[in-house]
């Protein structure tokens, strides 16, 4: 079974709008983190946000935030005021915390329109 | 610069030639991870090194592919008798382990190859 599920393939969002991207999980682990990558056409992975298992409350970092909802086991980025600068591909991961690989999903791009 | 390092950026060989990568991690993280990334895909796990102890393995992780960390800091992969399946970009990430941090890899620009 994927570990992490990305079931939009593409998304387009008018600039300064806000934009939610989908990301599941699956894990029988109580103890795990959930993170958001931004991979622009240059290529490098920038993390952007950071979820624990046992967190509280949503993560927020900026104009980013993570919708974590643990029943559900979903985990899906909001972008708030969409930039120009957001078009990018992101991929959601999670890393079971009693271990030490991430899995990745197979990413959302995301396209902003001026 | 304190981030994660790779070289090279680009490198095209012949198919059948090897290649090694460097890794130069955040210099304050013990440990460090390869992954392989093609073109729509996220990247996948090759293995993950605490220190100078490579602990985990992937089983894409073919015979031709070897990876070192002799001193826990830097890293090398390489990849013998290459074939055009190897064109990838391949990741290196490193943590620190401690702390809330230390629980986020973070990335290097990436070392991209095609073989021909």
């Known amino acids: 079974a994927q570990k992490i599920t990305q079931t939009q393939p593409g998304m387009f969002v008018q600039e300064k709008e806000a934009v939610t991207l989908d990301c599941t999980y699956d894990t029988s682990d109580q103890s795990y983190g959930l993170f958001w990558y931004k991979q622009p056409s240059s290529g490098e992975m920038i993390f952007l946000i950071y979820q624990g298992s046992y967190d509280e409350q949503n993560a927020t970092e900026g104009r980013y935030s993570l919708n974590f909802q643990k029943a559900r086991k979903s985990a899906n980025l909001v972008i708030s005021a969409s930039q120009l600068g957001d078009s990018a591909m992101y991929f959601c991961?999670?890393?079971?915390?009693?271990?030490?690989?991430?899995?990745f999903g197979s990413g959302t791009k995301l396209n902003v329109k001026p | 610069d304190t981030g994660v390092s790779q070289d090279p950026r680009h490198k095209i060989t012949k198919r059948g030639q090897n290649v090694t990568f460097r890794c130069d991690p955040i210099s304050e993280h013990n440990r460090l991870y390869w992954y392989r990334q093609t073109l729509g895909q996220g990247p996948e796990f090759l293995t993950y090194?605490?220190?100078?102890?490579?602990?985990?393995k992937s089983r894409l992780l073919s015979d031709r592919f070897s990876a070192e960390r002799p001193k826990g800091s830097f890293s090398t992969l390489e990849i013998q008798r290459t074939e055009q399946g190897d064109s990838a970009m391949y990741l290196c990430a490193s943590r620190s382990g401690t702390g809330k941090s230390g629980n986020t890899i973070y990335f290097g620009e990436g070392s991209w190859l095609t073989v021909v």
């Open positions: 090194f605490q220190n100078e102890a490579q602990l985990e």
């Open positions: 991961a999670m890393r079971e915390l009693d271990f030490n690989k991430f899995y």
